[in-house]
């Protein structure tokens, strides 16, 4: 049984992981040259990496904030609409909890550098070694959250 992590939005990302904790897969939110999700990169991707095993997926639920611009806003809610439409892909189950939810269960912030460093610790075989994998990392934990929640003593 696999739980697929996905943190929304044009530098997000997902990732996999089993449910004893071990890293299994990650990758990134490809956009495509308009500046949209390319759906289909990431759902073959997805798709590869899971290799026909059981899957729980996790979307992190997130909304616009008030000081966002009406072009960003859209431009997230189009993306936070194509990682919902990849979880509903699997056809199997899945679950949106807000960040300050699996944040605060890791003890975490929202800082991106301390996400990173924990994602790294926990999992050491994950490609964390950019800055930018602060997506990777958040996909993997948000994960690692539903995990700890369901299948902690496993």
């Given amino acids: 049984m696999l739980i697929c992590g996905i943190d929304p939005g044009m530098t997000g990302a997902w990732g996999m992981i089993d449910i004893r904790g071990k890293y299994w897969s990650c990758g990134d939110m490809h956009n495509d040259d308009q500046g949209v999700l390319d759906t289909q990169k990431i759902w073959h991707e997805m798709s590869q990496a899971r290799d026909g095993q ?3 997926v996790v979307v ?3 909304h616009s904030m008030p000081t966002q611009g009406v072009a960003s806003t859209f431009k997230f ?12 892909r699997f056809e199997s189950m899945w679950l949106m909890v807000p960040p300050q ?4 269960k890791l003890k975490i912030d929202s800082d991106k550098k301390v996400s990173l460093a924990l994602a790294r610790d926990l999992f050491p075989g994950a490609p964390l070694a950019r800055v930018k994998d ?14 700890r ?5 496993v």
Avoid: F, P, T
Wanted: charged share 25%; aromatic share 10%.
């Fill in 77 to 88: 809610g189009m993306a936070y609409g194509g990682a919902l439409s990849l979880a509903q």
């Fill in 60 to 62: 992190e639920k997130v």
């Fill in 149 to 153: 929640k369901h299948y902690e003593n």
């Fill in 54 to 56: 059981d899957i729980l």
């Fill in 101 to 104: 939810v699996w944040k605060k």
């Fill in 134 to 147: 602060g997506g990777r990392a958040e996909a993997l934990l948000i994960a690692e959250y539903m995990r």
